[in-house]
């Protein structure tokens, strides 16, 4: 048999090394194929393809002459082993393949054969990365805490306890996942309170305990949610022990289920979030200053024996008052700490105040990394359009009953640096009395997804400003709308008409979700897609004398919001725009401001509301969708053969536009309720979020427990729980 040899390549890459680095058999050269007599008896795996069998490789001594024959193939670093048949151009080897220049590429002639070895119980799991262990309990968490669940956090915690102990794989990521968002919600048990002989925080006393024990467990500690306040324990003793734990965990960021009011003294758990450098969110309850007569000397603030000697009495201040330059000192220094802070949301009770208004701007200075700020019911003296004229950069801004801002501030402060890329922006009783100013928003905010406003009056238009071209309002990047304007409840006004037709003119893109809970001729709801039912079971069955108790139970003063509303009802006027309310108007036809009119309530004094009800704005939009329904869109004839009519019917009657990707949004956000227009504000925040069990059932532990009805009890004493509330973490609008 003719023997082929290939043209010299150079040495190859291997030549020269060692033999227990690789095998001898592996280093011999291959000149072409052998026949089958002439095999030796140690034979390879053979192949399903018959061409590209290859004869074993002869023996030859590391270190001799060099075959130009011999193939250029890699380092055996594996128990791989590879086989290489001689394929050339000139082969008289009548099982070859006929020889084209281009068989080299179309496949490969290198066979692998893989020896597989027998795995150790476990070897797979122990290889599986820590992430994918993460993901998988991050979904178990989601299927207790998710919506709709049966579950609570209690239950979750049991299951993160019992991986933990199934191997050593699990322990660590079951381990962080039940540290690092630690919820405890609900009262704790008698059975725990009389085994610990621990009256009243009994779950928080254990685990102080175990992280003073375990410093690496601390150190996992990111999110801590604590119960509400047991009756047997004083305020004062309920903070103090949060705030020891709050000092054990050194990267703590998180607090919630607790919102403490800040007066301006000292304590311990104001102190202990301070001196976390990674906190990461902060809320402020803003109360009223008081007076402390001195202490004693020698007692340390906030000790008991400094307190007994000390007479606290409310200092009551004006709405224009000024803090004292050492509360003004205190309140900057706790938040020096806070170079990672990323949400700041601050909230003045009747009576408190921060000014003068450079104190909130030297705060924001020193916070880097803040992204998230949301401000309510600061005076002017405390924030005013200087202030807003200086804030930082951020992706969210939510104002709320800031009487110190007006429509040029928000003008200013839309075309500023700080505020291009902004994502989210909410207006709440702000003064918003200009067009042009949201035209400025809208424009120069190019990353703005979620706008809000509520308020009172509408914006109106400058006297002699018409509008001839649409669309007039304009922003390619808006996604969501909430527009309550709740001093209209018979006609839409003349800035409800210019939203509409800028929106039907292709002004908003991106918009996919509309809420207006005003929208009494229907103008917003033409624009979405049409929907089979626009209001809810429960609707049929509240009545509206429980949404007005629901609604009037404001904790934060409601003498003085109508105050604050009265008193800017004198500054904004409204455009009645009875003669531009309709969609028939051409876009072309120009519209001028009509005379303000101001909607009176049957007694005769004036009606104002904080937010529209969506509950009354679901009713009437099923109310419209029914009465388009009796108005069909379709006539439809059936003529046969002869011209003569067989049937003659209308339908498809429907209120919406086919083909809109807006949705008519009429359902509050996640936390928000009906009677508050469907915003979160923080009333909500500082609400029980579905901890309280009064109204609702809670969560036993029983909701995956055998329906044959026997249960041992050794099984309902380690499932089973103190029936807890499902507590829902809510975020501000």
């Known amino acids: 048999m003719a023997t082929t040899t290939m043209p010299n390549r150079g040495a190859p890459s291997y030549y020269g090394a060692a033999t227990e680095f690789y095998p001898l058999e592996l280093d011999q050269p291959t000149t072409g194929f052998m026949t089958r007599s002439q095999r030796p008896n140690n034979r390879v795996p053979r192949s399903a393809h018959p061409g590209f069998d290859t004869s074993p490789l002869h ?17 055996k670093l594996s128990s791989t082993v590879t086989v290489t048949p001689i394929i050339t151009p000139n082969s008289d080897d009548t099982g070859s393949r006929t020889w ?14 893989f020896r597989t070895h027998k795995r150790q119980p476990g070897e797979l799991f122990a290889a599986l990365p820590e992430e994918v262990l993460g993901m998988v309990l991050g979904q178990l968490k989601e299927s207790h805490l998710g919506k709709g669940s049966e579950s609570c956090a209690t239950c979750w915690m049991r299951d993160l306890s019992s991986i933990s102990v199934a191997s050593r794989k699990c322990h660590q990521a079951a381990r962080i996942a039940l540290y690092d968002d630690i919820q405890l919600n609900g009262t704790d048990s008698s059975a725990m309170k009389k085994r610990h002989k621990i009256a009243h925080g009994a779950r928080l006393v254990l685990l102080r305990r175990t992280l003073r024990a375990n410093p ?13 306040q047991p009756i047997s324990s004083t305020k004062e003793e309920y903070h103090n022990l949060i705030a020891t734990i709050v000092m054990e965990c050194p990267n703590f960021e998180r607090l919630v ?36 007569a001195p202490q004693r000397p020698g007692s340390r603030p906030g000790s008991s024996s400094g307190k007994s000697a000390g007479l606290k009495m409310e200092r009551r201040i004006g709405p224009h008052g000024v803090l004292e330059p050492t509360e003004c000192a205190a309140f900057f220094d706790c938040h020096a700490n806070w170079s990672n802070l990323k949400t700041l949301s601050i909230h003045c009770l009747p009576g408190a105040t921060l000014a003068p208004g450079g104190l909130i701007v030297k705060i924001l200075d020193q916070l880097p990394a803040l992204e998230h700020l949301y401000l309510s019911r600061l005076s002017h003296a405390a924030f005013n359009d200087q202030t807003l004229s200086v804030l930082p950069p951020l992706k969210t801004l939510s104002l709320a009953h800031t009487s110190g801002i007006t429509s040029a501030g928000l003008s200013a402060f839309a ?65 969501r709308l909430h527009w309550d304007i709740t001093s209209h409840s ?18 908003f893109p991106s918009l996919v979700a509309l809420r207006a809970p005003t929208d009494p001729e229907g103008i917003f709801q033409s624009l979405c897609r049409p929907v089979e039912r626009a209001e809810i079971a429960s609707d049929r069955f509240r009545t509206p004398a429980q949404s007005a108790e629901r609604q009037n139970t404001f904790p934060m003063g409601r003498s003085n919001t109508l105050a604050s509303l009265t008193s800017s009802s004198s500054s904004s006027s409204i455009s009645s725009g009875a003669s531009i309310g309709g969609r028939s108007q051409s876009p072309m036809t120009p519209m001028t401001p009509q005379t303000p009119l101001t909607p009176f ?8 509301r904080e937010a529209s009800d969506l509950r009354e704005s679901r009713l009437a939009a099923q109310g419209r969708l029914e009465a388009a329904r009796s108005a069909p869109r379709f006539a439809v004839q059936v003529v046969d053969e002869e011209g003569s009519t067989v049937e003659d019917y209308e339908m498809a009657g429907f209120m919406g536009t086919i083909g809109s990707q807006i949705r008519y949004d009429s359902m509050p956000d996640a936390g928000a309720r009906d009677e508050k227009g469907g915003l979160v504000d923080m009333d909500d925040v500082m609400g029980e979020c579905g901890e309280d069990i009064s109204e609702r059932e809670g969560c036993f532990g029983r909701w995956n427990m055998s329906t044959s009805g026997n249960v041992d009890r050794r099984e309902k004493e380690k499932w089973w729980h103190t029936e807890r509330g499902r507590w829902t973490n809510v975020e501000l609008a």
Not at 100 to 113: D, I, K, N
């Open 216 to 228: 690496e467990l601390a150190a996992i500690v990111r999110t801590l949610k604590v119960p509400s």
């Open 100 to 113: 084209r220049p281009e068989f080299r590429h179309q496949q490969s002639p290198v066979r692998t054969v």
């Open 601 to 608: 309530s049957p007694s005769g004094g004036s009606f104002l």
């Open 257 to 292: 289920g607790l919102h403490p009011r800040y007066d301006h003294t000292f304590s311990r758990l104001f102190h202990a979030l301070s001196t976390r450098v990674n906190l990461k969110q902060m809320d402020w309850i803003i109360d009223a200053p008081v007076l402390q």
């Open 490 to 507: 018979a006609a839409a006004s003349a800035a409800d008409a210019i939203l509409a037709r800028s929106i039907a003119a292709h002004g």
């Open 415 to 479: 075309t500023s640096q700080a505020a291009q890329g902004m994502t989210r922006l909410t207006l709440r009783h702000v003064n918003l009395d200009s067009l042009p100013a949201l035209v400025r928003i809208f424009s120069n905010m190019r990353y703005l997804e979620v706008f809000s406003l509520v308020q009172t009056f509408a914006p109106t238009l400058p006297e002699d400003t018409m509008i001839w071209l649409m669309p007039y309002l304009a922003c390619s990047s808006l996604r």
């Open 59 to 75: 023996h030859k001594k590391m270190g001799g002459p060099y075959d130009p024959a011999t193939l250029n193939r890699p380092r």
